[in-house]
């Protein structure tokens, strides 16, 4: 039976959206954890914060020392594969790496994995939902000179294929790993009009998208989470287990 579920992430984990009313980012009332909370009766400890990497999730991580019966929710990529945009902006010609490189991101989720599994909770990860390209340069370059910001991307669209790369690391290390693999990703893609479902910023999931998110969880594990089933391999979008 599955004792808690413990997130770290970023501000997707935490479920921040953009509240347009007041022009700032927020914490949505109807958070995706809170539905899980609600509908399940499990408690959602969560340690995501807004503008984490995942070096910041593995120095929160030493703070739980036993997370016997827990799953070890893993969701990281959308700050991790960031650019610097001002220096972009500033010298389009030169090469700007990631916050943290493709690479890098890949043995630092190994780490994770194995420090979630040394602490006797179940390691489960997370893709990074797809952003919206259009609308997050906007976002981004609304301060900046957007022309130069485009000449170093090549086209605009090279952003989401940029944080994709993320998300197939992800999906590696987890198979890699023999490691349970929720697709969010997937989850979103599967939609219509992937955009009605995120912020003005083009990558903040908003009120649908913390509803959609809550949806795919509670979908397809309700008894897996609640009943503490073996999980089971599924074909679907959504949790992937591992058939061990």
Not at 61 to 69: C, F, I, N, V, Y
Not at 155 to 171: L, M, N, S, T
Not at 184 to 191: N, P, T
Request: glycine share 8%; aromatic share 8%; proline share 5%.
């Amino acid at each position: 039976m599955v004792s808690s579920i413990h997130v770290w992430g970023d501000s997707i984990g935490k479920g921040v959206v953009f509240d347009e009313s007041r022009g700032r980012y927020a914490i949505s009332g109807q958070r995706w954890a809170t539905q899980i909370e609600q509908q399940l009766g499990i408690c959602v400890h969560n340690h995501a914060r807004m503008g984490a990497v995942i070096r910041d999730g593995l120095k929160e991580l030493e703070r739980s020392t036993d997370l016997t019966g827990a799953v070890a929710v893993i969701e990281f990529g959308g700050n991790d594969c960031d650019l610097p945009w001002a220096a972009v902006a500033a010298e389009p010609e030169q090469e700007h790496p990631a916050k943290v490189p493709v690479e890098i991101f890949r043995q630092l989720l190994g780490q994770f994995i194995g420090q979630v599994r040394a602490r006797g909770a179940r390691p489960l990860l997370v893709t990074p939902p797809p952003l919206d390209a259009p609308r997050y340069f906007a976002w981004v370059t609304r301060q900046l000179n957007a022309q130069a910001v485009a000449a170093y991307l090549g086209d605009i669209q090279h952003i989401y294929r940029w944080q994709e790369r993320y998300a197939i690391a992800v999906r590696d290390v987890a198979l890699q790993l023999n490691c349970e693999l929720f697709d969010l990703r997937d989850a979103f893609l599967a939609e219509r009009d992937v955009a009605s479902y995120l912020c003005l910023d083009g990558i903040h999931p908003n009120e649908r998208g913390q509803s959609l998110i809550a949806r795919a969880v509670l979908e397809q594990d309700r008894r897996y989470f609640k009943a503490g089933l073996e999980p089971r391999l599924k074909t679907r979008p959504g949790i992937v287990w591992d058939q061990a």
